[in-house]
């Protein structure tokens, strides 16, 4: 007895939320996964440093006070490895201002990172987009085909992942020879495996669920079928994936620079920057800490924000 | 409209068994194995049997979704047991399935209206205006509201996605529906509106339905006729009032007996199987049944298999036992 009741009370329940629902919008899964990432703080803060982050790079020129590989010597009165000079915290009027000092060849540092954020974004954003596309195609054709051509692919996967991801990106940029566009390629085929991965696992998941056979049974070809039902609901992970792959691309990229196979100079980049002055840690820390610290916020950025992308598309907290 | 839509002969599926370093096929598992069956224009045939007895396997061969090992199938006179590509999209059209689970069977990142209208695009019906006056048409006929169209999955409960489910598989008219035991993953309140809409539907639009499940009591309620299936074989075959009245096979009593009934005080003659279902990997010799057979007589049901034979007394039933149809039946108890 007291089930039927609740039963009748859950479908009166129903009926009444169906009815209220019909005033309101359709809401589909991006559009709540975007209510849920608004409701999370470290998601928010993480978009807040990378929509920050973007802007700088956007209007770089407006913001950096001078030219990045502008040598300073003889224009104003400064010299080699000048710590920072803010006005307002009490640097005298008379000697110029640079908020992050001067670096070795009497260039301001401020300028440079500034300048040194469209680099790192840029080549975060080609990393990942280079590593998505092909890594998913690759995963997506594994995970629907399957037999020995799954076999083939992942195996070459496996032979990528079984290298030290540096070590590996190393190895490329010797082949290539350095540069940032080398760098590049090379952070793109180590990470390849990952996405190939990940698609490769959805694939397999989402291609038993039965809207995929209910296509089929509909006469949908193969190909409809991948695009229009596999892919769109396999991107999910590969998002967070992708943003997160942001983060490492660009720490990556850094420490290549950082070991002299990225970024060549005088081009201002962050790891380049911190390399050419790790020698003046004691002496001027201001060269390697505000690189550094640009390199942190970046990371640390990009990874709030996929984790909170992460948390917003967890189908498991779909109610 | 006399006549058979399907004709199925000889129908077998094996599945391989892949094992060892290597994934060599070490073995198969006979999923279907040996299936005759008849379904006419206009009925609604259920087909009875307990997990894993290869009900769904020879559902999903009639839709084509699986291809058979051996035997055929014959569909409106056409054999359809391979074709394939081009050939198919016809059959497509006219031979539709609807799902078990009403969670899995509607892609989340579709609208509902998409998601029921995808049969039209694919077969031609090319005019979007058309397209969304039938797609409301289906919608009023299970009982859904033309508001519901731009709505995704997770905005229904398991009754109406189920709905949507079968105006999915009806959008393109077809000739026979094989229902995947639609109402099991449902609420006992959901499964009797469920029922009773396929069931308007099947006689509003005379489909023809082979409506799969392992439940006897909402088969009953549904049918004109049950087939019964055991380890890939249909052991009774039979119409409805017949089967529930004087079921033959020893598998089909036991099935009946089982099903409870609403009265404490009521005595109840429960026939218990011993044993549990054989593995079809390794299937038992002779008759499938005979090890959990009350009735199975040594040197004969585990020797030599019975196929479906016709039962005596004239009317239209056919079990596969030895000593209850056939020539050689003993009278029935």
């Given at each position: 007895?007291?089930?039927?009741?609740?039963?009748?009370?859950?479908?009166?329940?129903?009926?009444?939320?169906?009815?209220?629902?019909?005033?309101?919008?359709?809401?589909?899964?991006?559009?709540?996964?975007?209510?849920?990432?608004?409701?999370?703080?470290?998601?928010?803060?993480?978009?807040?440093?990378?929509?920050?982050?973007?802007?700088?790079?956007?209007?770089?020129?407006i913001i950096a006070p001078y030219e990045p590989n502008e040598i300073l010597i003889g224009v104003e009165d400064v010299t080699r490895r000048d710590p920072p000079c803010i006005h307002l915290l009490g640097c005298p009027e008379e000697t110029p201002q640079h908020i992050m000092g001067l670096d070795g060849n009497v260039r301001d540092v401020f300028s440079r990172i500034v300048y040194g954020s469209r680099v790192s974004l840029t080549l975060g954003f080609f990393t990942v987009t280079l590593a998505l596309?092909?890594?998913?195609?690759?995963?997506?054709?594994?995970?629907?085909?399957?037999?020995?051509?799954?076999?083939?692919?992942?195996?070459?996967?496996?032979?990528?992942?079984?290298?030290?991801?540096?070590?590996?990106?190393?190895?490329?940029?010797?082949?290539?020879?350095?540069?940032?566009?080398?760098?590049?390629?090379?952070?793109?085929?180590?990470?390849?495996?990952?996405?190939?991965?990940?698609?490769?696992?959805?694939?397999?998941?989402?291609?038993?669920?039965?809207?995929?056979?209910?296509?089929?049974?509909?006469?949908?070809?193969?190909?409809?079928?991948?695009?229009?039902?596999?892919?769109?609901?396999?991107?999910?992970?590969?998002?967070?994936?992708?943003?997160?792959?942001?983060?490492?691309?660009?720490?990556?990229?850094?420490?290549?620079?950082?070991?002299?196979?990225?970024?060549?100079?005088?081009?201002?980049?962050?790891?380049?920057?911190?390399?050419?002055?790790?020698?003046?840690?004691?002496?001027?820390?201001?060269?390697?800490?505000?690189?550094?610290?640009?390199?942190?916020?970046?990371?640390?950025?990009?990874?709030?924000?996929?984790?909170?992308?992460?948390?917003?598309?967890?189908?498991?907290?779909?109610? | 409209?006399?006549?058979?839509?399907?004709?199925?002969?000889?129908?077998?599926?094996?599945?391989?068994?892949?094992?060892?370093?290597?994934?060599?096929?070490?073995?198969?598992?006979?999923?279907?194995?040996?299936?005759?069956?008849?379904?006419?224009?206009?009925?609604?045939?259920?087909?009875?049997?307990?997990?894993?007895?290869?009900?769904?396997?020879?559902?999903?061969?009639?839709?084509?979704?699986?291809?058979?090992?051996?035997?055929?199938?014959?569909?409106?006179?056409?054999?359809?047991?391979?074709?394939?590509?081009?050939?198919?999209?016809?059959?497509?059209?006219?031979?539709?399935?609807?799902?078990?689970?009403?969670?899995?069977?509607?892609?989340?990142?579709?609208?509902?209206?998409?998601?029921?209208?995808?049969?039209?695009?694919?077969?031609?019906?090319?005019?979007?205006?058309?397209?969304?006056?039938?797609?409301?048409?289906?919608?009023?006929?299970?009982?859904?509201?033309?508001?519901?169209?731009?709505?995704?999955?997770?905005?229904?409960?398991?009754?109406?996605?189920?709905?949507?489910?079968?105006?999915?598989?009806?959008?393109?008219?077809?000739?026979?529906?094989?229902?995947?035991?639609?109402?099991?993953?449902?609420?006992?309140?959901?499964?009797?509106?469920?029922?009773?809409?396929?069931?308007?539907?099947?006689?509003?639009?005379?489909?023809?339905?082979?409506?799969?499940?392992?439940?006897?009591?909402?088969?009953?309620?549904?049918?004109?006729?049950?087939?019964?299936?055991?380890?890939?074989?249909?052991?009774?075959?039979?119409?409805?009032?017949?089967?529930?009245?004087?079921?033959?096979?020893?598998?089909?009593?036991?099935?009946?007996?089982?099903?409870?009934?609403?009265?404490?005080?009521?005595?109840?003659?429960?026939?218990?199987?011993?044993?549990?279902?054989?593995?079809?990997?390794?299937?038992?010799?002779?008759?499938?049944?005979?090890?959990?057979?009350?009735?199975?007589?040594?040197?004969?049901?585990?020797?030599?298999?019975?196929?479906?034979?016709?039962?005596?007394?004239?009317?239209?039933?056919?079990?596969?036992?030895?000593?209850?149809?056939?020539?050689?039946?003993?009278?029935?108890?």
């Amino acid at each position: 007895m007291t089930v039927s009741r609740k039963k009748a009370i859950e479908l009166l329940e129903n009926e009444a939320g169906d009815i209220t629902r019909l005033f309101e919008k359709p809401t589909g899964q991006w559009r709540l996964a975007l209510r849920r990432f608004r409701g999370r703080r470290s998601g928010m803060t993480g978009l807040f440093i990378v929509v920050g982050l973007i802007l700088v790079a956007l209007f770089a020129p407006i913001i950096a006070p001078y030219e990045p590989n502008e040598i300073l010597i003889g224009v104003e009165d400064v010299t080699r490895r000048d710590p920072p000079c803010i006005h307002l915290l009490g640097c005298p009027e008379e000697t110029p201002q640079h908020i992050m000092g001067l670096d070795g060849n009497v260039r301001d540092v401020f300028s440079r990172i500034v300048y040194g954020s469209r680099v790192s974004l840029t080549l975060g954003f080609f990393t990942v987009t280079l590593a998505l596309v092909v890594g998913s195609t690759i995963g997506a054709i594994s995970g629907y085909a399957g037999g020995w051509l799954d076999n083939i692919l992942m195996r070459i996967m496996d032979v990528i992942l079984g290298f030290p991801s540096l070590l590996l990106a190393i190895a490329i940029v010797a082949v290539l020879g350095p540069g940032l566009r080398n760098a590049l390629l090379a952070i793109a085929i180590v990470t390849l495996p990952g996405y190939a991965r990940v698609m490769r696992a959805q694939v397999l998941a989402i291609k038993e669920n039965d809207y995929v056979t209910a296509s089929r049974a509909l006469g949908s070809s193969t190909r409809s079928i991948l695009l229009k039902r596999i892919i769109p609901n396999s991107l999910t992970p590969l998002v967070v994936l992708a943003t997160l792959g942001v983060a490492t691309a660009i720490l990556e990229a850094a420490g290549l620079s950082f070991l002299g196979l990225g970024a060549q100079p005088p081009a201002a980049e962050w790891g380049s920057m911190l390399a050419r002055e790790r020698n003046q840690v004691f002496t001027s820390p201001h060269l390697v800490f505000f690189p550094g610290i640009a390199i942190m916020l970046t990371v640390l950025g990009f990874n709030l924000m996929g984790d909170g992308m992460r948390d917003a598309l967890d189908p498991t907290l779909n109610r | 409209m006399a006549g058979n839509l399907v004709e199925v002969r000889n129908l077998v599926k094996e599945f391989p068994v892949k094992g060892g370093l290597l994934q060599r096929q070490i073995g198969k598992v006979e999923a279907v194995a040996d299936v005759d069956l008849d379904i006419r224009h206009g009925e609604t045939i259920g087909l009875v049997g307990e997990s894993g007895c290869g009900k769904t396997t020879l559902g999903r061969m009639l839709v084509r979704l699986l291809e058979p090992t051996s035997g055929t199938i014959r569909f409106d006179g056409q054999d359809v047991t391979h074709i394939h590509g081009k050939d198919l999209r016809p059959f497509r059209r006219r031979v539709q399935i609807i799902f078990q689970d009403p969670y899995g069977s509607l892609d989340p990142r579709g609208q509902v209206g998409d998601t029921i209208a995808e049969g039209l695009k694919l077969h031609g019906v090319s005019d979007k205006d058309e397209r969304h006056q039938r797609v409301v048409e289906m919608l009023e006929l299970v009982g859904l509201k033309e508001a519901h169209v731009g709505r995704y999955p997770h905005e229904f409960s398991g009754g109406q996605r189920q709905r949507i489910g079968i105006a999915r598989a009806l959008i393109l008219k077809p000739d026979l529906v094989v229902a995947d035991e639609p109402v099991s993953a449902l609420d006992v309140s959901v499964q009797a509106q469920v029922l009773n809409l396929l069931k308007e539907i099947q006689q509003e639009l005379s489909l023809t339905l082979l409506f799969v499940a392992h439940n006897l009591a909402v088969v009953e309620h549904i049918s004109d006729r049950i087939a019964v299936m055991y380890l890939g074989r249909i052991v009774e075959l039979t119409d409805r009032d017949t089967l529930y009245r004087n079921p033959l096979h020893p598998y089909t009593q036991a099935l009946l007996s089982a099903i409870p009934v609403p009265d404490p005080d009521r005595p109840r003659n429960r026939t218990i199987l011993q044993g549990e279902i054989p593995s079809p990997i390794n299937p038992p010799s002779g008759c499938h049944f005979h090890p959990r057979c009350p009735i199975a007589r040594k040197d004969l049901c585990d020797v030599e298999p019975p196929s479906l034979m016709d039962a005596p007394g004239g009317v239209e039933h056919q079990a596969a036992c030895w000593l209850r149809a056939g020539d050689r039946a003993v009278a029935t108890g």
